[in-house]
């Protein structure tokens, strides 16, 4: 029988915080399961580590409303008193959503669903709606051929349908939703998706606020 049992957290990280990089939120989160008291359990060997594992990063500058979590403890704390300990001890911008038991595979992980909110006087609905269904938005990235590293260009378009994404306006602001692929083979990065759009506008629009908002498996039931 195994010495510990895992556990999956969703937590947020908003506000200010969506500008901490992924490393240093592991540092965050990893000091504050520290200070909180959960009976940690360790990786062994020369340097024992607490074991926790952030299945999908979440893009520098995009806020994140659920964000999973997985940790391994050494007893069988109910998942409320855990919620409990460690929301006193998170910092300022990130908060405990839920804490449960494992139900999928963070292999599982496939789509993500996020919001791209711009002010209405600077972009319009059907600006926008233009925009995203003009099939030629497009980014690129770093990648590797034979070890080197090479400037890739990817046609976001190709990812985007009919129902993978609407547009709604809503008071002073227009928001498009749209889910993306999000898994170790094909990771679109929401931040390049906004970008593209500015580019394709030929703007200088900066969105009100970027947010990640679910995860996804490949038949779009939500990670849990």
């Not at 789509?111 to 926008?128: G, H, Q």
């Not at 260009?153 to 602001?173: A, L, M, N, P, R």
Request: glycine letters at 6%; proline letters at 6%.
């Amino acid at each position: 029988m195994s010495d510990f049992r895992t556990v999956r957290i969703f937590f947020s990280k908003t506000g200010r915080a969506k500008y901490i990089s992924h490393l240093d939120t592991v540092r965050t989160v990893t000091r504050a399961v520290r200070r909180c008291g959960m009976p940690i359990w360790y990786t062994e060997g020369f340097n024992p580590r607490p074991y926790l594992d952030f299945p999908r990063a979440l893009p520098l500058g995009a806020e994140g409303l659920n964000e999973p979590l997985d940790v391994r403890i050494t007893d069988n704390t109910p998942y409320d008193k855990i919620k409990e300990m460690l929301s006193g001890e998170m910092p300022e911008g990130f908060a405990i959503v839920s804490v449960a038991a494992p139900y999928m595979k963070p292999k599982e992980i496939s789509f993500a669903s996020y919001e791209i909110i711009y002010d209405k006087n600077e972009i319009n609905r059907e600006k926008l709606t233009g925009a995203v269904e003009s099939g030629e938005l497009k980014t690129e990235k770093i990648g590797k051929i034979q070890g080197r590293k090479v400037i890739k260009t990817v046609d976001i378009s190709s990812y985007i349908t009919e129902d993978s994404h609407k547009i709604i306006e809503d008071g002073d602001f227009v928001r498009l939703d749209i889910t993306l692929p999000c898994s170790p083979d094909t990771n679109i990065n929401i931040i390049h998706v906004a970008k593209a759009i500015d580019e394709y506008l030929k703007t200088d629009i900066v969105p009100e606020n970027i947010r990640r908002v679910r995860l996804y498996d490949m038949n779009m039931s939500e990670f849990r």
